[in-house]
């Protein structure tokens, strides 16, 4: 393979590759029924810069190698018809037998005394060197099939049940309400009504800045197929998001009221089903019917629950049932009308029933940022972002032993 070919062959596989990372991406947005947030975008744009960069250099060697294929096929078919010329159309040059039949008809024939029969089988059995690829391995290219094998979990069920808000700057607070007025019976015609002063407090919020950096050189960049950045920068981002969930997870199952009784390996349907509706009425007493219900479970908690409620769906079902199939973070179904949600942030056996009012995310995505290093010739390429959880009301959040 020349030089071009190899730089041709190269270009094509790294489009092709950047298309199919653009497809994934639009895939996983489709599948989770959202659009597309923003480090999706930022990763999708970049890699239409590359195809764009890459479709420049790729038409004139595409067209240089088309020119030298036609002219290398002419010069095999020219020197073909002046070797044939020289030979005065006798002895052949290469015999090629298109069935077992017409192999063993020459035998016949040649047997007989035809010349012409005899000619073709010297050819065709005129002793050969046998080459093999252990002869050649300076020519045959090893290459890399499929993409790179990454097994990282990078959802963030809790942080997206949540829903993370804009920050305005690094420092802020969030007013809260810890004394209502009041309102009552009066006792008689013009006795004094009841009274009492509505106090409000403050909830600092700091934010924390996570990222993490990877110095990348140049050559890696320059050979790597498929393409090193992309994959440094995507390792990085879910990084990211594996560190913010479990943030997140951490300071929810910090401030948890643990109820009992808990929960066991041999507990029923209906025991779980009855914890669960015994920790929602404490979250709706806590805060006072605001906000929605999420149960957030760990991996393993799911696996208890999970075989629990068959995915059959009965008329009188409190489940709509859990598919085994379908296992992994994120929603995975409900129970008495509360959506499960299975994260790998939360510490084993835990199950969090947590009302959406009781608590917040706030985020300010930095992204992607890169600076060459001449001295070096290296990328030093980084992912950050600010991100803080805030508890609003601790009694919103009720643990369940599991």
Not at 219 to 242: F, H, R, T
């Amino acid at each position: 393979m020349s030089a071009t070919d190899a730089m041709v062959s190269r270009l094509s596989t790294e489009i092709e590759e950047r298309r199919a990372f653009q497809d994934r991406l639009v895939e996983a947005a489709t599948d989770a029924g959202r659009d597309m947030n923003e480090q999706e975008m930022e990763l999708y744009e970049r890699a239409s810069e590359r195809i764009g960069e890459l479709g420049k250099q790729l038409g004139p060697l595409q067209e240089g190698v088309r020119i030298a294929s036609d002219s290398a096929r002419a010069s095999r078919e020219l020197a073909a018809a002046y070797g044939e010329a020289r030979s005065g159309g006798g002895r052949p040059s290469q015999v090629e037998y298109r069935s077992a039949g017409a192999f063993i008809m020459d035998k016949w024939q040649a047997g007989a005394g035809l010349e012409e029969a005899k000619a073709r089988l010297a050819v065709y059995e005129r002793a050969a060197a046998h080459q093999t690829t252990a002869d050649n391995l300076g020519v045959i290219p090893e290459p890399v099939v499929g993409q790179v094998i990454n097994r990282i979990d990078n959802a963030r069920p809790l942080v997206s049940a949540l829903g993370p808000q804009g920050v305005p700057g690094g420092m802020f607070k969030r007013p809260r309400v810890t004394q209502h007025t009041l309102v009552g019976k009066q006792s008689a015609e013009k006795t004094e009504l009841a009274s009492r002063k509505l106090l409000i407090t403050e909830l600092p919020v700091s934010m924390s800045t996570y990222g993490g950096y990877v110095n990348v050189s140049r050559q890696n960049i320059d050979w790597s197929s498929p393409q090193i950045m992309d994959i440094v920068v995507n390792d990085l981002a879910s990084e990211y998001a594996i560190v913010t969930e479990q943030v997140t997870c951490a300071a929810l199952e910090a401030v948890a009221t643990v109820q009992t009784p808990g929960l066991a390996a041999a507990s029923t349907p209906a025991e779980v089903s009855a914890a669960i509706w015994k920790a929602a009425g404490a979250s709706y007493a806590a805060m006072q019917g605001a906000g929605n219900l999420i149960l957030a479970v760990a991996p393993d908690a799911m696996g208890l629950i999970g075989p629990l409620f068959a995915p059959v769906n009965p008329t009188n079902s409190q489940s709509s049932g859990f598919n085994a199939g379908s296992f992994g973070t994120g929603p995975m179904g409900a129970i008495s009308g509360i959506t499960v949600v299975m994260s790998a942030g939360l510490t084993p056996t835990t199950m969090l029933v947590v009302n959406t009012a009781a608590a917040e995310v706030y985020e300010q995505r930095i992204g992607t940022l890169q600076v060459t290093e001449p001295s070096v010739i290296g990328v030093q390429v980084a992912y950050a972002g600010y991100f803080a959880p805030l508890v609003l009301d601790a009694a919103g959040v009720i643990k369940i032993d599991a």
